[in-house]
């Protein structure tokens, strides 16, 4: 801590915290925001919400002006005062069925548009909706926060190696697990290198996102799991060639919005919205992970040429702008089935995703 008070890391540290706690947190030479979704503050009231664009254009705000541009956020105004069963009606897509009625709203003018922005990256960060009280009453003590603190929370480099250790899997009995961490994100990353090193050798390199309903409980709605195991067994076959093989696991759980909102986007597609609209519809990105984490992991290993099993070129150029040279691209298709097909279509027609 400085002399002028928290650094712009454990101010944005706290604010996360704070959102996952369900208290305020107050923008710097702004307002104050009370998280929606997780408020412990029942009795608070609030003029005014903060939402998403996807989340105003669902409510039928979108002709409006000050609700009118792609991607940017929405302060509404209702005709009365905002309770907290209000607010998550009007916040939470998944209620929209038991709430059919809402409104009427009036979108204003939002003149600390960069702390909205950053406001709602906060709440993804925090895996919670990212929707808001303003300046509610009784909301309680609120954690300030400053726009530079977001990029703090960001920063790759803060990201260290913390512990290793030899972990045979079912693949193969020569493994090594290590462990990364950040300061600033309770998230734990781990790489599993699979076979022994060689200088001579370009590594094949898997970066999976965690999954826990594929990877663990065998979900058939995604392709997870199976991309899972069948990356570690490719690896484990790239031994038997002298070759090596690493894998990148990284925390962050539906794309980077975490597990809560991922099973939230599970329910609407239940209603018949595809994966990138039930995101959206959520008021969240469809693409949110880091690549940068992944990046500053290989950094930490030494390994600075890849093959990269993937389908998404994304990740390619994800890799290739952060300094690692992806050698080659192979191809990683598993795990098609009929509960999984247009999951897998909109990979490919909305996501980019090269599948034929």
């Known amino acids: 801590m400085s002399e002028d008070g928290p650094s712009p890391a454990r101010r944005a540290a706290q604010a996360v915290d704070a959102l996952r706690h369900g208290w305020p947190i107050r923008l710097i030479g702004g307002p104050t925001l009370l998280p929606i979704e997780t408020a412990i503050a029942g009795q608070s009231t609030a003029q005014h919400l903060l939402i998403s664009h996807a989340r105003a254009a669902t409510l039928k705000l979108a002709n409006q002006r000050e609700a009118a541009a792609p991607e940017s956020p929405v302060l509404i105004h209702g005709a009365e005062r905002f309770d907290i069963d209000d607010a998550r009606a009007a916040a939470d897509p998944a209620l929209d069925l038991a709430y059919p009625m809402k409104g009427p709203f009036r979108a204003d003018p939002l003149d600390w548009h ?26 309680g003590e609120a954690q300030p926060f400053a726009l530079e603190d977001l990029a703090a929370l960001a920063d790759p ?4 190696i913390v512990t290793r250790a030899r972990l045979p899997v079912e693949a193969l009995k020569n493994c090594e697990i290590v462990a990364f961490r950040s300061a600033d994100d309770l998230r734990e990353h781990v790489a599993l ?25 065998g979900s058939l709605k995604c392709d997870c799991g199976p991309q899972l195991d069948g990356a570690l067994a490719q690896m484990a076959a790239e031994t038997e060639q002298d070759g090596w093989g690493v894998l990148l696991y990284l925390r962050q759980e539906g794309r980077g919005i975490g597990l809560v909102n991922k099973l939230r986007a599970y329910r609407l597609q239940d209603q018949g919205h595809d994966t990138v609209d039930a995101n959206q519809r959520l008021g969240l990105p469809d693409e949110a992970r880091d690549f940068g984490t ?8 030494g390994v600075g040429e890849v093959r990269l099993l993937t ?39 909305r996501s980019g995703h090269l599948l034929p």
């Open 157 to 160: 480099h803060r990201l260290a």
């Open 114 to 139: 960069e702390g909205a922005v950053a406001a709602l990256e906060l709440a993804r960060i925090a895996g919670i909706l990212p929707a808001f009280m303003v300046d509610p009453e009784e909301g």
């Open 193 to 217: 290198i699979v076979g022994e090193r060689s200088a001579d050798r370009v590594p094949l390199v898997r970066l999976h996102s965690e999954c826990l309903t594929g990877d663990v409980l």
């Open 294 to 301: 992944a990046a500053r992991m290989l950094d930490l290993l």
């Open 311 to 349: 389908n998404n070129p994304r990740k390619v150029d994800a890799l290739t702008e952060r300094g690692v040279t992806v050698t080659e691209r192979v191809a990683h298709r598993r795990g098609e089935n009929p509960e999984n097909v247009r999951y897998l279509a909109t990979k490919r027609d």
